[in-house]
């Protein structure tokens, strides 16, 4: 067989789109102001244009992103920000002359999209300001409600390029009052640590107390600091112990607690008594670093917030007939036996049945199938189907809440959060923190006993040592720094503590559509074996069929236009639905098929070759190729991880690319995978003791992404994530996944680096605290050096290894 | 030595004017977004200020 001529289309061009940089391809636009990829892109540009805003282009590099999903989007998609109910939910702030929305905007990421989002302005005489935070990526917009609508305003956004995601649950973040509060609590804490330190250094530098009324007078100021450091900044930490302990649980807050507590009121006593100064800056300094790590695992967690529930991917409200009318309603409003109609692009809520005309339904999300089915009048059609080309009328024959994607989501394993190794390591390690530091501190004070005085000292001066603050700051100052360097990559995470998950994974189940392949419609094709002219025999034939292969070749290949076949003469065309079509084409019998129809058609027996669709044309054999585009460099990526973790394939789809994928995956491949099939399949891989991380990016997915230790989401389009995963990934980036895995592995490395230099600080506070010479000069440089060589530490060795391993 | 008295007190209030500074700069908002501005200051031309005949009617 002749397999030299193989083509592969589409065909880069060097030329790159005006608006979105990225190369055109088959179906670009050329006009007299540029070019372009796709007629969203051409679009937002002219607006642009138009509005004279063109120095969008110049203001940062490659401000535009591709428009081409948004081509498919319908036009009436924020039509349920009309609804009263809607709008109260999502407008924060409301006069009469004024109201402020906050819209989240996934596509922001650069100072050009600053530029342009803060004039929306220019675009309505309604809106009166606009503010971008480049960092949530949201848009806060202040607007005249009399004057224009929330609907308006969505509309706009998305008519610039910039399309706002509307959930309809409000994403969980930290709050604005809560990250506040942080600052304050750290504010005050920094105060309290500097000027503590002032008044106890001339103390340390003089070697013996001062003069009674300066003493006095530093002893009595540093409580005065200390008191709402204690009440204030260190509250979260005593909260945290106390609820801990009330559900009879551990957590590493509770040694904390402990030992700032043990701080605290040895140096009241201290003070009281007259016996010393106290510890008061070494508590101060504690307090203040800590904080100081709390802050960086808010800023990560903050950074990208996706916690979302099946209800994300439902339209915020359906058209329901009332009457004889269709009106607009909210989702919740609808409710079995209601009538609903569907446009194409929207998806459909609940189970239901179709009324009229026959319609195609997408079902690529929910089940991971490429090709949109056929659904005839009185059939049902799923919920999470996406409605094609018409519009569809449906009879909901379920609620909302009972459809059979939602019976997904009623699975217990959405309930409960995620247990991640980190918490439970903390959890064993606090317990046993807690109970040798405490053991020590009761047989310290013991060996002292005849001294009642010195026994007290050691005992308080060994729970203060013992106090794991440098060990509570490595991991989330480690894993802070490397969640924010996977960030800059393109993964994101989301809570740090995912990290240490990700590096013990020894099982990667992969989805195949979206995942492994792009989920946009450019197709490779692979063809050989037939002369031009018999291709164009071929592709006349297959203009007859409506099957996926018959359609990529009547489309045409970039060798062959499409309406050169238009002048064949095609007759006597018998088609068997899934096996082939026969049929005279220019006097030549013609026949494309899988091997089966071959045999009993063309009289041809051809060996069943990969999953080769095969042609014949007259006494010509040829055969044709069709997979979904695979992302670039996924194989390789594959494969390597191949050599250390057990990979598996798991799809929604057939088994048509069963060979394309023998050679990553050998026999671990499961195809037709429901989404109840592909979570029992991660659930038995854990009960059999295996780590197990999911890269899948569909609903079908969810399942199995919340039950995997890791579930990462494949993302094209950041509007669109999947509810339940850990990480988010985007789609250019999943052939880095290899890469990730080994700075997880790195990540952990480095915290158990920490872990073990922060135990030798506490050891040699220990034999210190033991022989009772711990001094509050000792502590006040042993404490902080150690908070500070771990901060030092973990950031240098994850920013040094991001460097070496990761690039971007 | 009595004049540290002063001195203390003196520096003591300037630290507190700080700390008061720096919570009104919190609950003022000024921390609830620490990139975006350090960006916008380097772009210009959008003030909400300018006359309404400079606004687009025509979009899309």
């Known amino acids: 067989m002749d397999l030299a001529a193989i083509d592969s289309y589409p065909t880069l061009t060097t030329t790159l789109c005006r608006h979105c940089n990225e190369p055109c391809r088959t179906g670009s636009i050329a006009c007299d102001t540029g070019n372009f990829c796709c007629a969203g892109c051409e679009a937002v540009f002219t607006v642009l244009h138009r509005a004279g805003l063109d120095a969008f282009y110049t203001c940062d590099v490659q401000p535009g992103t591709s428009q081409q999903l948004a081509s498919g989007r319908d036009a009436l998609r924020f039509s349920a920000l009309d609804d009263a109910a809607v709008v109260d939910r999502l407008v924060t702030f409301s006069r009469p002359d004024m109201a402020r929305v906050t819209f989240s905007v996934p596509s922001i990421h650069c100072s050009s999209c600053i530029w342009l989002l803060e004039q929306l302005w220019r675009f309505d005489d309604g809106i009166i300001r606009s503010e971008v935070d480049l960092f949530r990526r949201t848009i806060r917009v202040d607007f005249r409600p009399h004057a224009t609508t929330l ?102 807050e509770v040694p904390v607690a402990i030992g700032l507590g043990a701080l605290y009121l040895r140096s009241v006593l201290d003070i009281g008594t007259g016996r010393g100064e106290g510890f008061l800056d070494s508590f101060s300094g504690l307090v203040f670093f800590l904080l100081c790590g709390r802050l960086v695992q808010h800023k990560v967690f903050d950074s990208i917030a996706f916690d979302r529930t099946y209800r994300s991917f439902l339209p915020l409200s359906v058209r329901v007939q009332r009457g004889d009318d269709f009106a607009l309603a909210p989702l919740d409003r609808v409710t079995r036996g209601d009538t609903i109609e569907v446009r194409p692009g929207e998806v459909v809520p609940a189970d239901a049945e179709l009324l009229d005309r026959p319609g195609r339904v997408d079902y690529a999300f929910v089940t991971g199938e490429q090709v949109p089915v056929a659904v005839e009048r009185g059939e049902t059609v799923r919920a999470g189907g996406r409605a094609m080309g018409d519009v569809l009328r449906l009879r909901l024959l379920t609620d909302v809440c009972h459809s059979h994607l939602a019976s997904l989501w009623n699975n217990p394993i959405f309930a409960k959060p995620k247990s991640r190794w980190l918490t439970a390591i903390a959890v064993s390690f606090g317990t046993w923190f807690t109970i040798g530091a405490t053991g020590l501190a009761v047989a310290g004070g013991a060996a002292w006993w005849p001294d009642g005085s010195a026994s007290l000292n050691v005992a308080t001066a060994v729970l203060i040592i013992a106090c794991p603050c440098a060990l509570t700051l490595s991991a989330p100052m480690t894993l802070g720094a490397a969640a924010g360097f996977l960030a800059k990559r393109g993964l994101y995470l989301k809570d740090p503590a995912v990290v240490f998950d990700l590096s013990r994974i020894d099982t990667i189940a992969f989805d195949k559509t979206g995942t492994l392949t792009a989920t946009d419609a450019q197709q490779t094709i692979e063809r050989g074996g037939l002369s031009r002219e018999s291709w164009r025999l071929a592709q006349a034939l297959a203009a007859c069929s409506t099957h996926p292969v018959s359609r990529v070749i009547a489309s045409g290949f970039d060798s062959v236009a499409a309406g050169q076949a238009e ?56 055969w044709v190729r069709v997979f979904g585009a695979v992302r670039p460099g996924v194989e390789a990526a594959a494969q390597m991880l191949a050599s250390s973790h057990s990979i598996w394939l798991l799809s929604g789809d057939h088994e048509g690319e069963r060979c394309r994928w023998l050679s990553v995956f050998g026999p671990r491949m499961r195809f037709r995978q429901t989404p109840h099939d592909k979570l029992a399949f991660i659930t038995a891989a854990k009960d059999a003791g295996h780590h197990v991380l999911m890269v899948g990016d569909g609903l079908n997915d969810s399942g199995a992404l919340a039950a995997a230790d890791v579930g990462i989401t494949v993302s094209d389009d950041t509007a669109c994530i999947v509810p339940a995963c850990d990480a988010v990934v985007a789609g250019n980036r999943v052939a880095d996944l290899p890469v990730f895995v080994r700075y997880a592995k790195r990540a952990r490395a480095v915290v158990f680096l920490c872990f073990l230099v922060s135990v030798l600080y506490n050891a040699a506070g220990l034999t210190l605290a033991l022989k009772g010479a711990l001094t509050p000069l000792a502590s006040a440089v042993l404490m902080p050096l150690s908070s500070l060589t771990i901060v030092g530490l973990s950031w240098s060795a994850m920013h040094w290894s991001a460097r070496r391993m990761l690039k971007s | 030595m009595t004049v540290l008295i002063l001195l203390i007190v003196a520096g003591g209030t300037v630290a507190c004017g700080f700390l008061v500074a720096f919570v009104w700069a919190v609950r003022s908002g000024q921390f609830d977004d620490t990139r975006t501005p350090a960006v916008r200051i380097l772009l210009d031309g959008q003030h909400a200020d300018a006359s309404a005949n400079e606004r687009v009617h025509s979009i899309g």
Do not use: C
């Not at chain 1, 107390?209 to 450091?229: E, G, I, K, R, S």
């Not at chain 1, 060996?607 to 007259?618: L, N």
């Open chain 1, 151 to 252: 609907r308006r305003i969505a509309e706009r956004l998305a008519a610039i390029g910039y399309e706002p995601s509307i959930s309809p649950e409000d994403a969980t973040r930290t709050t604005a009052s809560a990250r506040r509060r942080l600052h304050l609590q750290l504010g005050v804490a920094g105060f309290a640590f500097g000027n503590i330190m002032l008044f106890s250094i001339p103390r340390y530098a003089n070697g013996a107390p001062l003069d009674p009324t300066f003493q006095h007078l530093f002893d009595a100021l540093n409580l005065l600091f200390a008191t709402p450091v204690l009440l204030f900044s260190a509250a979260p930490y005593f909260q945290t112990a106390w609820e801990a302990l009330r559900r009879r649980s551990m957590a590493i």
């Open chain 1, 567 to 622: 002048t064949a003469r095609v007759s006597e065309v018998i088609e068997k639905p899934g096996a082939g079509i026969f049929g005279w084409v220019n006097g030549l019998p013609v026949a494309i098929g899988v091997p089966g129809f071959m045999a009993t058609r063309a009289a041809d027996a051809v060996a069943d070759h990969d999953d080769r669709t095969f042609v014949r044309v007259g006494a010509e054999r040829g």
